[in-house]
């Protein structure tokens, strides 16, 4: 790489080196780069206290609140999903596996507007399910649950993607070795596949999270967006926007992209320890 | 190495050692398994007696894993029977079946430590935590490896690997130890030395072993008895020696190091091969006239005299001519096409038997050839098979 770069006395200088890479910073700057320093500029601009008690607004730590605790329980879900349908695909083999993995990765491709959408069709109060409940007191749509599924649903097949990979690299003798040596199913699972599924795990439930904690589209049309109730911290940045109350705004999307850069310098962190 | 194991033979009375020779360990009958429509095993029965070693030997594709994998119990037979210390287990899973397998890559478990992948068995039958290190210690220190215990497998190297997943089986004590292609991942030099080392361990302890390998030599050096396995049948089953110098198959004759089969036919008590050239028998003669057959002789069962002479051999094979001459130091290997004469001095050239032999240094300093050379030949020994 270095190698090839560097630049010789009395050889020519090969200007598409400084050309190229401007190129890319230059096109950066005011897709990427500028976008995401402006929040921390602005929100910033009349001075940390200002910044602070746009923060701790009621209304704003609510949202965070419930955009972490609906985050979390998704991805415990779809960690476990994930994890189940990984190793009952990777240990048996049936007809329609392969239609079942596509439909699996379908909800990544749908629009989560439309994934809201359907959502609603099936749990609002004319929708299939939703006519079941009709009958108790028990509602789903517009309550936390519905952004809980909501935000299974758009996240889906995050972590199934990366376990299915790591398990299938696996060696199978791994667990025939355990099972000749006494050890019952769970215990080969636990003991064996597990340890090593570890890396792949955390990554896979750090993707999910990211993606639920941002997830904006689905969320709107099934949760409500009522302030204190049903409001994650997408929503409320959009609200307050809407209110023209920029700071407020602004405080929980600088929180926001902490929060996603944090996860993503994990993300990257356990793939390098993975390679080792 | 040389001296940890001298150290280990004379080592005290062992927690393993608790084993009785004498009565069959594991016995095999009628096994059988169908894959699709392939017939990988077909009516297989063997026995392997308490201490004994048995090497299964064959082909890529004869059924060898597939044996040892119906014997662990991770795979399901179609047919036959399978008792282990004299009781059934065919209807038994793996996991109940208390058998050591030793796989082709060792499968050690990669996020356990040496110490950890040897206590497995042992944490599973819900050993005490004082008594697993006690034993993991012991064998650890058997296998010469004691300072290694706390590295993970993938930082010890290919012949550590295998010892460490040879300890992780003796650790629960199985009643017989299964090894699939154990050797063939490990250069040359570490192989031959680690399977002595292995078998004087196994001897020792006194486990009996089911050794799987495609290399002759292997089976030769572990075996106490080969087994030749040729699509899922065995051909043969007896002591090296009986299947290097007596096999009962072609087969068995050309896998076991190389050997020269040639076609004939009986006549009037005497052996016509090809180009007018007539053997006596080594066996009671044959009556019946025409009788298809082949004889087999291995290189170093021929030998090789003046053109004009006759060899002192029990058979004289006549004339022939050399091809090729191949030094390689302790022997050396000649390609010869016998020539279809049957009175000295008539040249014939139609006739196309070519075969190989092999003269050790002195046998060849005796009678220095080279290629072009006209030689007589005779055999010291050669089999008949029928048919
Ligand atoms: N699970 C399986 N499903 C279908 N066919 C199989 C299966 N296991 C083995 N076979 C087939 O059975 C035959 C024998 O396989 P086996 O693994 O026993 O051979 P082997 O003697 O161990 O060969 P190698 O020396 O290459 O390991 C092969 O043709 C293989 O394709
Ligand atoms: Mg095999």
New interface residues.
């Given amino acids: 790489m270095s190698q090839k770069a560097r630049i010789l006395p009395g050889q020519r200088i090969d200007l598409a080196r400084p050309v190229g890479i401007g190129f890319i910073v230059v096109a950066m700057m005011p897709l990427v780069i500028l976008p995401l320093a402006s929040i921390f500029i602005y929100g910033f601009a009349k001075g940390p206290v200002h910044f602070w008690q746009a923060l701790v607004a009621p209304a704003a730590i609510f949202s965070l609140k419930l955009s972490l605790i609906t985050s979390t329980v998704a991805t415990v879900c779809n960690v476990l999903f994930g994890l189940i349908a990984a190793y009952v695909m990777a240990k048996y083999n049936f007809k329609g596996e392969s239609a079942l993995t596509i439909i699996i990765s379908l909800p990544t491709a749908i629009p989560t507007a439309v994934a809201g959408f359907a959502l609603l069709l099936l749990w609002g109060r004319s929708g299939l399910l939703g006519q079941l409940l009709e009958k108790t007191d028990y509602q789903i749509m517009f309550t936390t649950s519905a952004i809980i599924l909501a935000n299974i649903f758009v996240t889906f097949p995050l972590a199934f993607g990366v376990i299915k990979p790591a398990l299938d690299n696996l ?1 199978t ?2 667990e ?9 199913r769970w ?1 080969t699972f636990r ?2 596949l597990l ?2 599924l ?1 890396g792949a795990i955390i990554t896979g439930a750090l993707l999910t999270f990211a993606r639920s904690i941002g997830e904006f589209g689905s969320t709107i049309m099934v949760s409500g967006n009522l302030a204190l109730k049903t409001q994650t911290a997408p929503l409320y940045i959009f609200a307050k926007f809407n209110e023209g109350d920029v700071e407020g705004a602004n405080a929980i999307a600088a929180v926001l992209a902490l929060i996603s850069f944090a996860i993503f310098s994990l993300i990257l962190f356990t793939r390098k320890r993975l390679e080792k | 190495m040389a001296r940890e194991m001298t150290a280990l033979l004379n080592e005290s009375q062992s927690f393993l050692e608790t084993k009785t020779e004498g009565w069959e360990a594991l016995r095999v009958t009628g096994l059988s398994k169908v894959f699709g429509e392939e017939r990988v095993l077909d009516d297989v029965t063997f026995s392997i007696a308490e201490g004994e070693s048995l090497v299964l030997l064959g082909h890529s594709g004869s059924g060898k894993s597939t044996t040892l ?1 119906l014997i ?3 795979e399901v037979p179609d047919n036959g029977e399978i008792f282990l210390k004299g009781r059934s287990i065919g209807h038994l ?9 030793i ?3 060792y ?1 050690l ?4 430590t040496v110490a950890e992948n040897i206590a ?2 042992l944490r ?2 819900k050993v005490k935590k004082k008594d697993r290190l006690k034993v993991v210690d012991e064998l650890l220190s058997m296998i010469g490896l004691g300072d290694q215990r706390d590295k993970y497998p993938a930082q010890l190297s290919g012949g550590q690997q295998q010892r460490v997943a040879i300890a ?2 003796l650790a ?1 004590k199985p009643d017989v130890m299964l090894f699939d292609e154990s050797f063939s991942a490990l250069d040359p030099q570490t192989r031959v030395g680690l399977r002595r080392e292995i078998r004087a361990l196994l001897r020792r302890l006194r486990i009996p072993s089911l050794f799987i390998t495609h290399d002759q030599d292997e089976a030769m050096e572990l075996g106490d008895r080969i087994a030749i396995l040729n699509r899922g049948r065995i051909e043969q089953l007896s002591t090296p020696d009986e299947v290097y110098n007596n096999p009962q198959t072609e087969y068995v004759a050309t896998f076991l190091g190389a050997a020269n089969v040639i076609e004939a036919r009986w006549s009037d008590g005497l052996i016509a091969l090809d180009c007018e050239r007539r053997l006596a028998a080594s066996v009671p003669a044959h009556s019946i006239n025409d009788e298809k057959m082949k004889i087999v002789f291995r290189p170093e069962d021929v030998s090789l005299g003046q053109p004009t002479g006759l060899v002192e051999t029990p058979y004289h094979l006549g004339r022939g001519e050399v091809l090729d001459v191949t030094f390689t130091g302790a022997s050396e290997t000649l390609m010869i096409r016998l020539l279809s004469s049957r009175r000295p001095g008539d040249t014939g050239s139609e006739c196309n038997m070519v075969i190989k032999v092999l003269r050790n240094k002195w046998d060849a300093r005796r009678l220095m050839l080279k290629q072009g050379d006209k030689v007589s030949v005779g055999l010291k020994s050669y089999k008949i098979l029928e048919g």
Avoid at chain 1, 176 to 184: I, L, Q, R, V
Avoid at chain 2, 93 to 101: L, M, T, W
């Fill in positions: 060696e003798s791994f025939d070795a355990a099972e000749t040596m006494g050890a019952s215990q003991f064996v340890p090593s570890r | 994998r662990a119990g991770l899973r793996a996991r109940e079946r208390n058998v050591g397998v796989f082709q890559h499968a478990f990669p996020r356990m497995f068995g599973i039958r992780r089986a629960y």
